[in-house]
């Protein structure tokens, strides 16, 4: 059984960094493309940023590129979103944040829901004064 279990959200400040972390279980690390999603309320759930099985691709969405860096650690079976430049316009950055991972995705360029076999359970990051 394939767990994603994240770490790492909470309460920041405008401006402000938040480190999210997760560990997968379950399956062979290097054999998945690893992934962020996010959904705020009465949203979709959207792509963040995803990683390639060695580590040595990423993609980004638009909204994050140049304030958000995904990295992963395949010795630690662990996946990091680094979260720089929090900010509150139009509260985007204010949402569940989730782990997904796929084996079978080849393209992580702007990966899908659909393209995800596992989810962890979220985080939730909240962007306040």
């Known amino acids: 059984q394939v767990q994603l279990v994240e770490s790492g959200g909470g309460l920041a400040q405008p401006g402000g960094s938040l480190r999210l972390s997760c560990t997968v279980s379950?399956?062979?690390?290097?054999?998945?493309?690893m992934a962020w999603f996010r959904q705020a309320p009465g949203k979709e759930r959207e792509f963040v940023a995803s990683i390639s099985r060695s580590g040595g691709s990423t993609d980004h969405a638009d909204a994050v590129k140049g304030r958000f860096s995904i990295s992963r650690d395949n010795a630690k079976n662990t996946v990091i979103l680094q979260m720089n430049s929090l900010n509150t316009l139009n509260a985007e950055d204010s949402a569940v944040y989730y782990c997904?991972?796929?084996?079978?995705?080849?393209?992580?360029?702007?990966?899908?829901?659909?393209?995800?076999?596992?989810w962890g359970k979220g985080t939730l990051v909240t962007v306040s004064k």
């Open positions: 379950g399956r062979t690390f290097r054999d998945l493309v």
């Open positions: 997904a991972a796929s084996w079978r995705t080849r393209n992580i360029a702007s990966m899908r829901s659909s393209d995800v076999d596992y």
